[in-house]
């Protein structure tokens, strides 16, 4: 198995506030922008096989900054679609669906983890058939989904890995034992939004 590194978005206006955001295609903001030109440097060092991308602008724009203006779009890597609740914050969810998380709730009108599990399934059946590193750009609960699922875990087990935003981290292989290579590794001057 190669490795597969991923890049959580840069900061938008809605990622600073705690505002869920999936098909809201929002733009980053300066210090997001910023962010993302700082992961160009790390990232060149790596020769990459692939390079894909959510469709939404905060993601394509972060590859763009990032020095991966090509990157080929990846519509399974849009993030986890929140439906009802697209736009506002947890909190106030919490006003009416009390102990809510994305990660065993209800989303109402948004994708179940089943549907979320089959689309990332499909970019790791897509990403380990390449020769070669991967690199992937998308969005918090996605990247955390999927990375649940590299290690055989249900996305669930995303809840344990915060993601802050243009983060890097980097999953691998252990003698055939998928692993976190590295997580949350901060660009210069990272958001924790």
């Known amino acids: 198995m190669s490795e597969v590194y991923l890049v959580r978005h840069g900061a938008t206006e809605w990622s600073t506030s705690g505002r869920h955001t999936s098909v ?6 300066p210090e997001g922008e910023a962010v993302a030109r700082s992961l160009a440097e790390p990232l060149a060092a790596v020769s990459f096989a692939l390079v894909l991308t959510s469709p939404r602008l905060r ?9 991966f203006p090509d990157a080929a779009v990846e519509h399974d890597l ?10 506002i914050t947890t ?6 669906d009390p102990g809510w998380t ?6 109402p009108g948004g994708e179940t983890a ?6 990332l399934d499909r970019v790791i059946a897509r990403v380990r058939a390449v020769d070669g590193p991967v690199l992937l750009f998308s969005h918090g609960h996605a990247l955390r989904a999927l990375a649940a699922r590299w290690l055989d875990q249900p996305v669930s087990h995303g809840r344990f890995l915060r993601l802050d935003t243009a983060t890097l ?9 998928p692993v976190l290579n590295c997580w949350n ?6 958001s924790k939004s």
Do not use: F, K
Request: glycine share 16%; hydrophobic share 30%.
């Open 114 to 119: 089943g549907q979320v599990t089959e689309r």
């Open 185 to 190: 590794s901060p660009g210069r001057g990272t």
């Open 169 to 177: 981290s980097v999953l691998g292989d252990d003698r055939g034992q």
């Open 59 to 67: 993601a394509r724009r972060t590859a763009e900054l990032a020095g």
């Open 102 to 107: 994305i990660w065993a709730g209800v989303t």
């Open 91 to 96: 909190e106030e969810i919490r006003r009416s």
């Open 24 to 29: 809201t295609d929002l733009p980053l903001l």
């Open 78 to 87: 849009v993030e986890w679609a929140y439906g009802d609740y697209e736009g």
